[in-house]
């Protein structure tokens, strides 16, 4: 069964600096997309970056990569240069080809300090 | 503004009473999807809808209801509300599958139901 599983609830990290937050998933089937969500603290979702399965780089999108081991079932988000806005819930997703639906995490919520 | 809107933005009921959730896809989205994130909670999909008809259920209570209609905007019905129904409610839009790149789905802001 299609699984998302964010095994950080929080981290923080130090203005300028880079953070890596964890996400492993689980799918029987071989094509499949992976995507982060940003969610601050007004609530609303907004997309940062998508890896598709058969994607041969790691997704990149301004100071956001992602970070896909294939084998190892992970698609980690690098933040480098963290900056104060930064602070907020980050949500991985999965798609499956056969299917419509996302299927979340239960997110990590990032805190930057100055 | 993202193109896909919710109204309203937020909500305050009593339990027992029952409340309509509105949204409007992006232009050109034939999907709709339903989701529910309680306080400090992932989003729970609930429902989903291709060009008026359901094709997806998730978790969704039986005093719950959706439908889609002929102009693609949705509506969810949440009926006999109880305390735990509070949560933020998000509508999301989306392409059909396989028409480009995938980018998943583009959100509303969110309806935020608060059931006293």
């Known amino acids: 069964a299609q699984k998302i599983t964010q095994t950080q609830p929080g981290m923080f990290v130090q203005e300028k600096e880079a953070v890596t937050l964890d996400c492993t998933y689980d799918?029987?089937?071989?094509?499949?997309?992976l995507f982060w969500y940003k969610q601050p603290s007004s609530g609303e979702m907004i997309f940062l970056i998508y890896?598709?399965?058969?994607?041969?780089q790691n997704a990149t999108e301004g100071r956001y990569s992602l970070n896909f081991q294939k084998a190892r079932k992970s698609a980690n988000l690098v933040i480098s240069a963290s900056q104060l806005g930064d602070s907020a819930m980050y949500f991985c997703?999965?798609?499956?080809?056969?299917?419509?639906?996302?299927?979340f995490g239960t997110g990590t919520r990032l805190q930057v300090f100055p | 503004d993202s193109g896909v809107t919710q109204t309203p933005k937020h909500l305050i009921t009593a339990t027992g009473q029952r409340v309509t959730l509105r949204c409007s896809p992006r232009?050109?989205?034939?999907?709709v999807y339903w989701y529910q994130q309680s306080l400090d909670q992932g989003l729970q999909f609930l429902i989903q809808?291709?060009?008026?008809?359901?094709?997806a259920k998730g978790n969704i209570l039986e005093r719950f209801s959706a439908q889609q209609f002929p102009d693609l905007h949705s509506e969810l019905n949440l009926s006999s509300l109880e305390l735990g129904d509070s949560a933020l409610y998000f509508c999301?839009?989306?392409?059909?599958?396989?028409?480009?790149?995938?980018?998943?789905?583009?959100f509303g802001s969110g309806t935020r139901l608060t059931v006293v």
């Open positions: 999301a839009s989306s392409v059909e599958r396989g028409q480009g790149i995938d980018y998943g789905y583009t």
């Open positions: 799918t029987s089937d071989p094509s499949y997309g």
């Open positions: 890896q598709g399965s058969y994607d041969q």
């Open positions: 997703a999965m798609r499956e080809r056969n299917t419509d639906k996302l299927i």
């Open positions: 232009s050109g989205d034939l999907s």
């Open positions: 809808y291709y060009n008026g008809e359901e094709r």
